[in-house]
């Protein structure tokens, strides 16, 4: 396959996953999905910049850009569901791991931070793509990705979104 249209898969493909993890930067906020409470290390479980109402408006909108894709690109109807949550599952995983590390949230970790989504995302979708989906197009999505995902975040930090450009 002609790198260009590798490209222009990849991103198509992982597009929903983009929406559900940018999302709640816009929509977010509210109570906590740990609640505030600690892990049995005495830190916060996710921290409280991961909230239900981030997480729903994340798997709502994700969702629903992948229906609207699966229109369009005969994927099936549920691609965007298992995306989006796969996407928003990473990245809980990722905050996890850094409230372990002992890093506040909003701190930057470089690589986690900008592929913690993505491989949420590939997890998830495997049980309807595992027969389709390529090596290649998982690589360029990871490849792809990062630049994408400090591009995107610089800008909601200049727009006011975000208290930190990464």
Not at 47 to 58: A, E, I, L, Q, Y
Not at 117 to 123: D, H, P
Not at 141 to 163: C, D, E, M, R, W
Request: charged fraction near 15%; proline fraction near 7%.
């Amino acid at each position: 396959m002609e790198l260009a249209h590798l490209i222009i898969e990849a991103l198509k493909f992982i597009f929903p996953a983009y929406c559900a993890n940018g999302i709640p930067v816009i929509f977010g906020g509210g109570i906590p999905l740990d609640f505030g409470k600690k892990f049995f290390d005495g830190k916060p479980i996710f921290g409280k910049n991961k909230t239900f109402r981030g997480f729903f408006s994340g798997l709502v909108v994700g969702t629903a850009i992948g229906f609207v894709e699966s229109a369009f690109f005969n994927y099936p109807s549920t691609f965007g569901l298992f995306l989006s949550l796969g996407a928003l599952f990473g990245d809980l995983a990722g905050a996890f791991a850094k409230r372990r590390l002992g890093l506040c949230p909003g701190d930057l970790l470089p690589v986690v931070d900008q592929v913690d989504f993505i491989i949420g995302a590939v997890l998830f979708s495997l049980p309807i793509y595992l027969q389709t989906l390529s090596w290649e197009l998982v690589i360029t999505a990871l490849i792809v990705t990062p630049p994408i995902h400090l591009l995107t975040n610089f800008a909601a930090y200049k727009l006011g979104l975000k208290s930190n450009p990464w």
